[in-house]
Every structure is written in C-alpha cells, then in structure tokens.
C-alpha cells in the first residue's frame, strides 16, 4: 500500500494544483513527485516538510488517520483517528486553504 504517496496525491488534487505545479512549489522534480505519488520512491522528511508548508497539511499525519490497519487499536483509539482524519479532509474543503496554492 502506498498511503502517503495516495494522500499526496489526494491533497495535491483538492488543491486544485497540476503535479508539475506541486513540484515545482515543492522544489523537486515533477518525475520524483510522481514516483512518490505512485509508491516508487519515499518522501525524504524534508519533502514531508515542504509538503506541509506548500498544501498548508501535514500528509504524513493524514496518510496515518486514513489506515486501515488498525484492528488491533483500541476503539477510543481509532475513533480518535478517525475524526482527525475526517477534520483534516474537511479543512481541504474551506476556501481559505486552497487560495495562493498555484495551479
């Protein structure tokens, strides 16, 4: 499974924003954008950061909630997870955090 390049992916799609435009912003090449979107190569923990700071989200934290692996998670646990993931997707939506993103 490939969750953070999926969540990478999703975000950069909410946004509104073209892979190359995302690269670019993001400082690295549109094919390594791609490669880490499809699961072909891993984000560095600087392109994690720089993730943050250009989709105004933290994927890593994201990618996380959205699991499915966690059966063996207590259930306060999971529901916790869940409505973080749900807040974050939501904050996607707001209007505010799509402005000044490029496309």
Request: aromatic share 4%.
């Amino acid at each position: 499974m490939n969750q953070i390049g999926d969540t990478a992916r999703y975000v950069r799609e909410r946004l509104g924003m073209t892979q190359r435009a995302a690269a670019a912003a993001l400082g690295v090449s549109a094919v390594h954008l791609s490669n880490v979107e499809r699961g072909r190569a891993d984000p560095s923990s600087s392109l994690l950061s720089r993730f943050k700071t250009v989709y105004g989200i933290d994927v890593y934290v994201l990618s996380y909630c959205l699991e499915d692996e966690s059966r063996d998670m207590p259930a306060g646990l999971r529901e916790a997870r869940r409505h973080l993931a749900d807040a974050l997707r939501q904050g996607l939506r707001e209007p505010e955090v799509c402005q000044n993103r490029g496309g």
